[in-house]
């Protein structure tokens, strides 16, 4: 007979955990078997980071791409969104506004913008850290190693990259031109030059099976990331995958619970993504494992243009009403914001970013 608590352990003591394990733990559904998987996951969670949610403010400063992502409103055929490209100090004022909240990390994202010169971006980050003790994470894409070395030697910090499916048929079936393994050696490349890194998955793509979010979970412990976004797919009309179905937000808030469990001392944020389902499951999220928020910085009218996906949470908000959101969604859970910078919490990379 199948045993969750015994099956959890094997799960949370495993160097790498079996498939078939995460797998089974993936498929059930009943209430009981959830609520004891998600409070195993808050206990680890608690154990490993704390009652602190952490923050990162995320300021998206051009939605150009030059990819094709099936998934994805940024893909470059979408001719009907208009695109935009702030300005250094329309970003920085945004940045001045997230510091003003007492937020101590800035993630500054784009879609892969070909037009985005590397050595204005380094000027940037060279500006923010002179100017503020702030972290700042980049979500660029995929560049070059002198790219990366030269954002980090102006003082970047962290870098998210998120592998999207660790799968490469199921990858290649979605990202046209795009290479599984270049995707790869930029996480190698980054985690070399000294960032914390970042990576992730999207939770319901089509093709995608219990057995490749499986493996995603054991791609995330063997790479012993310092973060890892999941976020429910969730379609958009001006896409291939336009017409198929949105994710099943218990299927995510498993799998955070299950990499909670796996990678323990991993930061997990309770994404947008997850927000902006039929209703908002951050708060579950942060019940089963999640330790993370990303309050969204980009001034209007910008935000309403980064849209990857429709109905993005807060998408019509003014700059800043995330901050008394979040602190009652951490009131309302009993935890706290932690309004430091939040490093990563793996060992190796203490020190190495002050
Ligand atoms: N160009 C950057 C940022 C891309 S947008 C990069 O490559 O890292 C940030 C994230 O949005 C992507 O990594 C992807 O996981 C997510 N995303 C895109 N379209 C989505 C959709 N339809 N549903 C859910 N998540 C999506």
């Not at 952490?54 to 992502?69: A, D, Y």
């Not at 003003?100 to 913008?113: A, F, H, N, R, Y």
């Not at 579950?284 to 009218?301: E, R, S, W």
Request: charged share 30%.
């Amino acid at each position: 007979m199948f045993r969750l608590d015994e099956c959890l352990s094997r799960i949370h003591d495993a160097s790498l955990p079996d498939l078939n394990d995460l797998e089974q733990v993936l498929s059930l559904n009943g209430k009981d078997e959830l609520n004891e998987l998600f409070l195993f996951a808050d206990g680890i969670r608690k154990k490993f980071c704390g009652d602190g949610i952490v923050l990162r403010g995320i300021i998206e400063f051009s939605n150009f791409c030059l990819r094709e992502c099936f998934y994805c409103g940024l893909n470059k055929n979408n001719r009907k969104l208009e695109r935009y490209r702030m300005d250094k100090d329309e970003l920085l004022k945004a940045v001045g506004h997230l510091v003003s909240c007492k937020i101590k990390t800035v993630v500054l994202q784009s879609g892969e913008d070909t037009g985005l010169d590397p050595f204005w971006l380094k000027d940037i980050i060279r500006e923010i850290k002179s100017s503020f003790d702030i972290a700042v994470t980049l979500a660029v894409g995929e560049r070059s190693e002198f790219d990366y070395k030269i954002w980090k030697e102006a003082g970047a910090d962290r870098y998210l990259l998120k592998i999207e499916t660790s799968d490469e048929g199921l990858y290649s079936s979605m990202h046209p031109q795009m290479d599984f393994k270049q995707r790869l050696n930029c996480l190698r490349v980054l985690n070399k030059i000294g960032y914390q890194v970042g990576s992730g998955n999207i939770i319901g793509l089509p093709g995608q099976t219990l057995k490749t979010i499986a493996q995603d979970i054991v791609f995330f412990k063997r790479n012993d990331f310092d973060m890892v976004g999941i976020g429910p797919f969730i379609p958009h009309q001006d896409t291939r995958f336009g017409g198929q179905k949105k994710a099943d937000p218990l299927l995510s808030l498993k799998t955070i619970a299950l990499t909670r469990i796996v990678t323990k001392n991993t930061h997990i944020p309770a994404t947008t993504a997850l927000g902006s389902l039929d209703k908002d499951y951050r708060v579950d999220g942060l019940k089963c494992g999640a330790n993370v928020l990303m309050p969204n910085f980009t001034p209007q009218p910008f935000r309403k243009l980064y849209e990857i996906y429709p109905q993005k949470k807060c998408i019509d908000e003014p700059v800043g009403a995330c901050n008394f959101c979040m602190d009652d969604m951490a009131k309302n859970l009993g935890r706290f914001i932690d309004y430091s910078k939040a490093d990563s919490l793996k060992q190796r990379k203490v020190g190495s970013n002050v």
